[in-house]
């Protein structure tokens, strides 16, 4: 419940535009609330109040002072830290802090979310037992999909039919699934690259508004974040195909049949050291209205 302490409101009137509901108006004496109801709990309106005069029935402790101008990094350093990172696929052999592990989960829980449902949960995975069962689970499963896959594929071909987008898309899967499948035989993990932790973004079907975006935003502040920390990410998408073709895999993981993995990325400490940017295609850009 949202509420406000009149004595301390100064009508400023900068809460009112910010409020994305559009559910507060000055009045006489305060800033009246007009359907508390209709609150998405954003804080919009306590972030921009000089005299904190918006309370919420919990979480207010959380609003905390905004870094100064001075302590926010400039454009050009900040574009150059996200240059600078890359998917990591060699790991040290050295277990990652519980407490660093926890500050990743902390940058996902602040992440902007479509109606700021805050939808998001996570699995995290630490130690080479369970992440060795996982691989077990993941890899059997992407082999048993890539037979299928394999199958259909090649009833087009006999039939001398074109094959549909999706199919045509993942054709060169089954092979690959099978190659990470025969170095797991052989002890070499190309799924989750002997990697010393995994964390795993899921979320309950039909609660969020968004999502895919959602987990994809949460999961983008994690990863920059353990940069800092020292500590190295990769996004393994094959592996949340195989939980969600996987009943055992996500009972192992502890997601419930109702929920849907969206992200999954291996956390580690690099044992390489990456002495170049990123480099990418240049962007395709439709510029639209006055420049």
Known sequence: MITIEQEKCTLCGECVPVCVRRILQKG????????????????????????????????NDQFLTVPSKEEIPSAD????????????????????EKAKLKM???????A??????????????????????????????????????QKAIDQYSREKKPLPEELASRQTLPPVWERIAGKW???VDQLLHHAPALIIVHMKKGLATTPEIDAAIASTQMVLLAETLGLGTCYIGFLIWAIESS???????????????LVAFTVGYPK??????????PAKVNWVGEF
Do not use: W
Request: hydrophobic share 35%; proline share 5%; charged share 25%.
């Open 247 to 261: 009943k055992e895999l996500k009972k192992f993981l502890a997601i419930p049949e109702d929920s849907k993995a």
């Open 185 to 187: 035989k052989e002890g």
């Open 104 to 110: 990743l989960i902390e940058a996902g829980r602040y």
């Open 77 to 96: 350093p900040f574009f150059r830290f996200l240059r600078s990172r890359r998917s990591l696929r060699i790991y040290q052999p050295r277990t990652v």
């Open 112 to 149: 902007p979310t479509g109606s700021n449902r805050q939808a998001c949960e996570y699995v995290v995975v630490s130690g080479r037992k369970a992440l060795d069962q996982v691989c077990t689970l993941a890899i059997g499963n992407l082999q048993e999909q890539g037979k299928e896959l």
């Open 28 to 59: 006489e004496t305060s800033v009246e609330i007009l359907d508390p109801a209709m609150c998405l709990y954003c804080g919009h309106c306590k972030a921009v109040c000089p005299a904190d005069a918006f309370q919420f029935s919990e979480g």
């Open 272 to 281: 390489v050291e990456f002495l170049r940017f990123v480099a990418r295609n």
